[in-house]
């Protein structure tokens, strides 16, 4: 499908509802092998007022989850982001990067992922977030290992 950047198509990001843990889970499957932690559908279910959807016109084609953090104050985790592969390539992760960096802001909170994707890593550094080092080195261990990285709020 062919995008005119001039003129595009209407996004939307909205909080998931139990009616679309299919699509999150299909998203969630369509990711490259070992780049999300397992969730099952359960688990999803029980944790969907966490999830967001990107909707392309009337089309789920990404999500992700935005976890706040008790054990840490003021801090909220992305994770969970998925864009269908068909939509791979067209900005769609920078367009919920800049929302959940945006959400962050207006709720004074310190934006977290841990990942061991490499095109994240690269996005994550330059948006200008830092990795953590040891802030936060026991939530990146308990992710088998996968690099931290922070965006402190700019409030």
């Given at each position: 499908?062919?995008?005119?950047?001039?003129?595009?198509?209407?996004?939307?990001?909205?909080?998931?509802?139990?009616?679309?843990?299919?699509?999150?889970?299909?998203?969630?499957?369509?990711?490259?092998?070992?780049?999300?932690?397992?969730?099952?559908?359960?688990?999803?279910?029980?944790?969907?007022?966490?999830?967001?959807?990107?909707?392309?016109?009337?089309?789920?084609?990404?999500?992700?989850?935005?976890?706040?953090?008790?054990?840490?104050?003021?801090?909220?985790?992305?994770?969970?982001?998925?864009?269908?592969?068909?939509?791979?390539?067209?900005?769609?992760?920078?367009?919920?990067?800049?929302?959940?960096?945006?959400y962050a802001d207006k709720e004074c909170m310190t934006l977290i992922a841990v990942t061991d994707n490499p095109g994240?890593?690269?996005?994550?550094?330059?948006?200008?977030?830092?990795?953590?080092?040891?802030?936060?080195?026991?939530?990146?261990?308990?992710?088998?290992?996968?690099?931290?990285?922070?965006?402190?709020?700019?409030?």
């Open positions: 499908a062919f995008i005119n950047f001039m003129n595009p198509p209407p996004l939307s990001i909205i909080w998931a509802e139990s009616h679309h843990v299919d699509d999150i889970v299909r998203i969630r499957e369509s990711a490259p092998a070992n780049r999300l932690s397992p969730l099952s559908v359960h688990e999803i279910q029980i944790c969907i007022k966490e999830f967001f959807i990107l909707a392309l016109e009337q089309e789920i084609i990404g999500c992700f989850r935005l976890l706040s953090l008790h054990e840490y104050t003021n801090t909220l985790e992305l994770g969970s982001l998925a864009v269908d592969p068909f939509h791979w390539w067209h900005g769609y992760s920078e367009y919920i990067l800049n929302f959940a960096e945006e994240l890593e690269k996005k994550f550094l330059a948006r200008g977030w830092q990795d953590s080092g040891d802030a936060y080195s026991e939530r990146a261990l308990r992710s088998g290992g996968k690099r931290l990285y922070a965006r402190l709020s700019k409030f």
